[in-house]
């Protein structure tokens, strides 16, 4: 009886929209919502916050209850649903906030930090770019106050703290990077106390006798190289020398090439390692440039000039591959048995843009130009697995198609320029394997026929691969079925076809100077925030379903997860000259997609009747 007296109170407050009646059902089981919440988060105030979303989708699903609901053991479960999403996100918000604290706390003498940061010193100064560094260098190594600072480059006292600080920072991540944590407050005064040390006696004066005598062309030609490598260590860009060509090489150092006059060469060189430093001998290394992408699991000795489009990458326009036949081009090789590799192009990438691709069994590596220069190291890490099953509805889904890829960005340059897509076909089973998978953020999809010979990509389930894991997965089979239907006139030539995408969760906002800093500090700034707890939602939150529309007008799309989609059903039809064929109508609405309790029906979601409108040509 009191479950029924539960759902009379819901239905009137459904109906009706009376609070009286929802205020009963909240005084009711609100102590019991709350000790649940209680004993699951230990939290008193987390609790209150739990028991108030609870009750907040108890008003939302009041109308869904049907009789016989018992509403104790729908609020029991819904309790445990959401107190463990928001133990997820106070756990990120903590951890943030311990390890923020870990930073200003690391209050070590000056003495101690500087043996740990001298060794990364020049890596660190080098990644940064030639404003900050002029700033960190008048600081520290020069010594000048904030307001000598300022004057030197033209900028007010309060901007050069700014630069200044700024500039710490980044190299505060770089030597977290590798293994060195020590805050701000630590680092600055370790570099102006050691940095710069006392020359030996007599060097000064030998080195003005030099000077006054004109050197010896040896040494003119040194002070020409240190100046280049400054150029390429703290710009990062690529010139361009006639006469005798400098081939800049990216690991800091420059070599002289005797050539044509009007050609330039790049050459990469590194050595590649395994994560306990060894030497790897015999991987594969490939250049990828906009002129010449990669795709990273073909394991052939080539590349393919111009870039194309790959299953979830973003990529660059084509650009037409002239090369100079001098130097020798050489875009892949295989390291020698030091690990060591060299790579020479022919040719300046286009935008100054290059990265070195390493596949291997022992594992993978993407570096891009810019930190090759910086360390020529280049660490690989072991290969991931992904397997799993295809379900379509409650049905396996045997020989489909199912895609492995990355979602890229303008920023991420070094994901468009080597393409990390792959493809496999479900067994009879619906099982799929990818045996060898690059330890990045992916995502899973499977290709839908939407209408003849066009196939589209559906479902983006994302995954977060580490180095050596082995995941299994499950595609579609869960969700709810949304069917619908368009109106249909079987004399009309229109094929429809339709498409959801999700309403993601907020992207990167990036700073107001964006355009202001390289397009290497725009890459690590987009690395660092997609591994951020706010990129993680986002990309859990990237989703879309492709589906056709059946030739009577209907359409029905299986295992939408829930949340806020735009649908969009789209209607082509034969060009009037019967070449092609032409955009003819569409219609798009917002569909709301509840999530599914336990209990609660999966009967299919009715969308209704969707009415396009013709499209001007």
């Known amino acids: ?95 943030r906030e311990n390890l923020a604290m870990q930073f200003t706390e690391l209050n070590r003498d000056s003495e101690s930090v500087w043996k740990e940061v001298a060794p990364l010193l020049e890596q660190a100064v080098a990644q940064l770019r030639q404003a900050d560094q002029d700033a960190v260098l008048l600081r520290f190594f020069a010594g000048k106050s904030l307001r000598e600072v300022g004057d030197a480059l033209g900028i007010s006292d309060d901007t050069a703290q700014k630069r200044v600080n700024r500039a710490l920072e980044k190299m505060r991540t770089y030597f977290a990077k590798h293994g060195v944590v020590a805050s701000v407050a630590a680092i600055a005064p370790a570099i102006s106390a050691h940095a710069v040390q006392t020359a030996p006696v007599g060097l000064a004066s030998n080195l003005v006798t030099a000077s006054l005598t004109g050197g010896s062309a040896a040494g003119i030609g040194g002070i020409t190289l240190n100046a280049l490598k400054a150029m390429a260590l703290a710009k990062l860009k690529f010139a361009t020398v006639t006469g005798l060509v ?36 015999g ?8 002129q010449a992408y990669v795709r990273l699991y073909q394991t052939t000795n080539s590349v393919s000039s111009t870039n194309g ?51 291997s069994d022992a594992g993978y590596a993407l570096v891009t130009a810019p930190e090759l220069s910086a360390n020529p190291d280049v660490i690989v890490q072991p290969w991931a697995r992904i397997e799993g099953v295809l379900r379509v509805g409650k049905s396996f889904a045997s020989n489909e198609t199912v895609n492995i ?65 082995q995941i299994v997965v499950q595609l579609g089979g ?43 500090e725009q890459r690590k ?35 939408v997860r829930p949340g806020f989609y735009r649908m969009q059903l789209r209607a082509d039809e034969p060009a009037p000259d019967g070449k092609g064929i032409r955009h003819a109508a569409e219609v798009e609405v917002l569909v709301d997609v509840p999530e599914m309790f336990a209990g609660e029906s999966d009967e299919p979601i009715d969308i209704g009747t969707l009415s396009p409108k013709p499209v001007r040509p």
């Open 1 to 95: 009886m009191e479950a029924m007296e539960d759902i009379e109170l819901l239905r009137e407050y459904a109906q009706q929209r009376s609070e009286p009646a929802f205020t009963e059902l909240v005084n009711r089981h609100i102590d019991f919502v709350y000790s649940t919440a209680l004993r699951l988060v230990s939290e008193s105030q987390l609790a209150e916050d739990v028991t108030q979303l609870v009750f907040i989708r108890l008003a939302r699903k009041a109308g869904s209850f049907r009789d016989g609901t018992i509403l104790s053991g729908w609020l029991y479960r819904t309790t445990q649903f959401v107190a463990q999403t928001a133990l997820r996100s106070d756990w990120r918000r903590r951890k």
């Open 246 to 281: 400098a081939a800049i090489l990216f690991t800091g150092a420059v070599v002289t090439t005797r050539m044509r006059p009007d050609a330039t060469a790049v050459v990469l060189r590194g050595t590649v390692r395994t994560p306990d430093g060894k030497p790897l001998a």
């Open 283 to 290: 991987a594969l290394v490939r250049a990828a440039t906009p």
């Open 309 to 359: 489009t790959v299953a979830l990458t973003n990529t660059t326009g084509g650009v037409s591959n002239r090369l100079t036949r001098t130097p020798k081009q050489t875009l892949s090789t295989n390291t020698a048995m030091d690990g060591s590799f060299v790579i020479s192009l022919a040719e300046l990438p286009k935008d100054g843009l290059a990265a070195v691709v390493v596949n």
């Open 405 to 469: 890829g990355i979602w890229g960005a303008t920023e991420l340059y070094d994901w468009n320029l080597v393409q990390h897509g792959a493809s496999t076909k479900t067994d009879a089973n619906g099982r799929f394997v990818f045996p060898r998978v690059a330890p990045v953020d992916v995502w899973l999809t499977h290709l839908v026929m939407v209408k003849t010979n066009d196939w589209r990509q559906s479902g983006h389930h994302y995954v977060k691969v580490s180095p050596g894991d």
């Open 478 to 520: 869960v969700g709810r079925v949304l069917t619908g239907r368009v109106p249909w006139n079987p004399t009309n030539k229109l094929v429809f076809y339709g498409s959801m995408w999700a309403n993601a969760a907020p992207g990167a906002r990036h700073p107001r100077n964006w355009k202001d800093i390289s397009r290497e």
């Open 525 to 559: 700034y987009e690395r660092a925030w997609r591994d951020s707890p706010e990129g993680e939602l986002f990309k859990d939150s990237v989703r879309n379903y492709e589906f056709p529309v059946q030739s009577n007008g209907t359409f029905r799309v299986y295992d």
